[in-house]
C-alpha cells in the first residue's frame, strides 16, 4: 500500500435514517481497521451490539446522551468511548462521532436486540 490523503469532504455522506455515515477509510486497502465520520441527527431506536468489531468513537462535535448496557450517560466534544465486542450500545441525537473500528465495521454483523 502507497501512503495517500483522503479528503473526507470529497467522500460521500450515507444517509441511515437517524445516522449519517461518511466511510472514511473501509475498503479491501484498509483491512485491520475502518474510520468513518458519524452524525446523529435523530435517535437510534433499538440497542444492538456488534458481533466481530470492537469499536472506539471519539466525540468531535456537540453533546447528547448514549445507552451502553442498558445505562443511559451523558457525553460531550472530547469525550472517548470504547465499546468490546458483544457490548450492547446506542446512540441519541445531538452528536458527531469518529469511529474507529477493528476489524472494519460491518453493518451485517451488527445484532439487534430491542
Do not use: Q, W
Not at 475498503?27 to 444492538?48: M, N
Not at 470504547?82 to 450492547?88: E, Q
Amino acid at each position: 500500500m502507497k501512503p495517500k490523503i483522503i479528503r473526507s469532504n470529497e467522500l460521500k455522506e450515507n444517509d441511515y435514517g437517524a445516522t449519517k455515515v461518511i466511510d472514511i477509510f473501509n475498503t479491501k486497502e484498509f483491512l485491520k481497521f475502518s474510520i468513518a465520520k458519524v452524525r446523529k441527527v435523530g435517535d437510534d431506536i433499538k440497542l444492538g451490539f456488534d458481533t466481530e468489531s470492537d469499536v472506539a468513537y471519539y466525540v468531535l462535535e456537540g453533546e447528547g446522551d448514549c445507552v451502553i448496557n442498558n445505562k443511559k450517560y451523558h457525553v460531550k466534544k472530547g469525550d472517548c468511548l470504547f465499546y468490546p465486542k458483544g457490548t450492547k450500545y446506542k446512540h441519541l441525537k445531538g452528536l458527531t462521532l469518529l469511529a474507529i473500528a477493528s476489524p472494519p465495521f460491518n453493518r451485517k454483523k451488527r445484532v439487534y436486540v430491542e
